[in-house]
Nanobody, 121 residues
Framework: VQLQASGGGLVQAGGSLRLSCVASGRTFSTYAMSWFRQAPGKERELIAA????????DYAASVKGRFAISRDNTKNTVYLQMDSLKPEDTAVYYCAASRTNWGTQGQYDYWGQGTLVTVSS
């Protein structure tokens, strides 16, 4: 599967953005999906995950209550709604797909190209 992430940009602190990740092919519903991010000088971290049907989600503590992951299997798309953005949310955001397991247990064999989110103070 090929993943194409979009929706990043420059936003002021307190603002919102919605990221999208579109997958190619007809097997999207067989992949659990996650969003990761990597800030300058920091390791990549998993911030949001969703199961194959969208029935369960999980979030890193740093974004819980502010970000929401969702998916539309009819559109082969996973979303990340980001509200109440903070300067520390500045990072390159990646979507990733896992055939087996999900969340922190996922094996992410497929990655999008990343989209940059910059939050100004």
């Amino acid at each position: 599967v090929q993943l194409q992430a979009s929706g990043g940009g420059l936003v002021q602190a307190g603002g919102s953005l919605r990221l999208s990740c579109v997958a190619s092919g007809r097997t999207f519903s067989t992949y659990a999906m996650s969003w990761f991010r990597q800030a300058p000088g920091k390791e990549r971290e998993l911030i949001a995950a969703i199961t194959w049907t969208g029935g369960s989600t999980d979030y890193a503590a740093s974004v819980k209550g502010r970000f929401a992951i969702s998916r539309d299997n009819t559109k082969n798309t996973v979303y990340l709604q980001m509200d109440s953005l903070k300067p520390e949310d500045t990072a390159v955001y990646y979507c990733a797909a896992s055939r087996t397991n999900w969340g922190t247990q996922g094996q992410y064999d497929y990655w999008g190209q990343g989209t940059l989110v910059t939050v100004s103070s």
